[in-house]
Structures are given as structure tokens and as C-alpha cells.
């Protein structure tokens, strides 16, 4: 597996609490990928960032903010937590945007109760 | 945007059979489309991806073909075992920019 690891890798957590998910890579990729991974949706993108301080919008963003301020870290926000964003949140990391694959980290179980 | 239909949902087959699973997707701009593969409580591991210049790929008993003028393309297994039981997931991309995946293909290999 490439050298990508979350945390925390389990979170439980109150409606209206915020919550930081931290995503760390060791291979000095430039692109990171935040997804949330639900039964029946498949993958779906939040956010994804192409450099330090660069970051974009993804398919499912509303609710979520992101921060790169290094390479290796990309860090996931909820800023008040609700229970539709009870999943399990994967990051992903890839060299460059022409095509390349995209390595998976092992993903956090996130439940707000 | 990109939208990505996967079928079936789910699929069993005996060992030593072949598995088909097919994807549609809509936007003709796209020009990447990677197989992932997850099992049971781990990460999605890609096992073989497809670029629109290539209308077909193969890796040992895994293949990809692509037909772009309908916007399809489909994953091949051949000779399944039991080890190729997991979900499978297609998935489609312009350079890799806000891929969209396939809600996903439960695979069964019975022995």
C-alpha cells in the first residue's frame, strides 16, 4: 500500500460537535482526494486539493471545509457535525492529473449520533 | 456533471467461471476510467484502468474493454475464484478531475 494513513480511523461524535479528519501521505504526491463512501453511492468526491493552499470543490462539499498546509497533510473539517454525515470517509492520493491512479487510504468510520 | 451507472448491483458465479459487470457514463469529455476493487472492511485497491486512446486492456485474468462512441465500458474476469469475491467499482474521469464512481458490483465466487 502506498505510504497513506488517516486518523482517527473510528470517531464517534454528537450532531453539532465539529470533528477534523487528518489525511498524511509519505510519497510527496501533489493531488489529495477527500471521498465518503455510503451503501448504494459508491465513492463520491468532497474535496481535493492539486498543491499547498490549492484547493477545489467536489461532487458532495456543502458541509465540509478542507486545509493543505503542507504536501503530506490534507485535512478534512465538519464544521457542525449532523447525522447525514454518519460514513466512512476515505482519502486518496495521486501523482499528477493526467490519468494517473489514485492510491486509497484505509479509511475513518465516522458515526455522529 | 459526470454521471456512472454500474450493473448488476450484485453477481455469483461458480469458481472457474467468467464475470462481466458493465458501466455507462455520460460525459464524452471523459477520458480515464479505473477498476477498483474492496473487500470487506478495506480500502478500494485499483486493479486496472483504461484510457479512452485504448479500446481494450488485459492483465493476466482481469481485462477492461471501452467503446466510447456508446459510452460504455465493462470489467472481464475469467477463471474466478474464490480470492475475487469483493465489491467492484468503476469509475470515470477527465484527467482524473472529480471522478465519478459506479454505486458498486457485490461479486460472489462460490467454490
Known amino acids: 500500500d502506498a505510504g497513506i494513513t488517516q486518523s482517527p480511523r473510528h470517531k464517534v461524535t454528537e450532531t453539532g460537535t465539529p470533528v477534523t479528519l487528518r489525511c498524511h501521505q509519505t510519497?510527496?504526491?501533489?493531488?489529495m482526494y477527500w471521498y465518503r463512501q455510503d451503501p448504494g453511492h459508491g465513492l463520491r468526491l468532497i474535496h481535493y486539493s492539486y498543491g499547498v493552499k490549492d484547493t477545489d470543490k467536489g461532487e458532495v462539499s456543502d458541509g465540509y471545509s478542507v486545509s493543505r498546509s503542507k504536501t503530506e497533510d490534507f485535512l478534512l473539517t465538519l464544521e457542525s457535525a449532523t447525522s447525514s454525515q454518519t460514513s466512512v470517509y476515505f482519502c486518496a492520493i495521486s501523482e499528477s492529473q493526467r490519468g494517473h491512479e489514485q492510491y486509497f487510504g484505509p479509511g475513518t468510520r465516522l458515526t455522529v449520533t | 456533471g459526470e454521471n456512472v451507472e454500474q450493473h448488476p448491483s450484485t453477481l455469483s458465479v461458480q469458481e472457474g467461471d467468467s464475470a462481466v459487470i458493465k458501466c455507462t457514463y455520460s460525459d464524452s469529455a471523459s477520458n480515464y476510467f479505473p477498476w477498483y476493487k474492496q473487500e470487506l472492511g478495506k480500502r478500494p485497491q485499483l486493479i486496472i484502468d483504461i484510457r479512452s486512446n485504448v479500446g481494450e486492456k488485459k492483465d493476466q485474468r482481469i481485462a477492461v474493454t471501452l467503446n466510447k462512441t456508446a459510452k460504455h465500458f465493462s470489467l472481464h474476469i475469467t477463471e474466478t475464484q474464490p480470492e475475487d469475491s469483493a465489491v467492484y467499482f468503476c469509475?470515470?474521469?477527465?484527467?482524473?478531475?472529480?471522478?465519478?464512481f459506479g454505486a458498486g458490483t457485490r461479486l460472489t465466487v462460490k467454490p
Open positions: 510519497e510527496n504526491h501533489r493531488y
Open positions: 469509475a470515470a474521469s477527465y484527467n482524473n478531475n472529480d471522478m465519478r
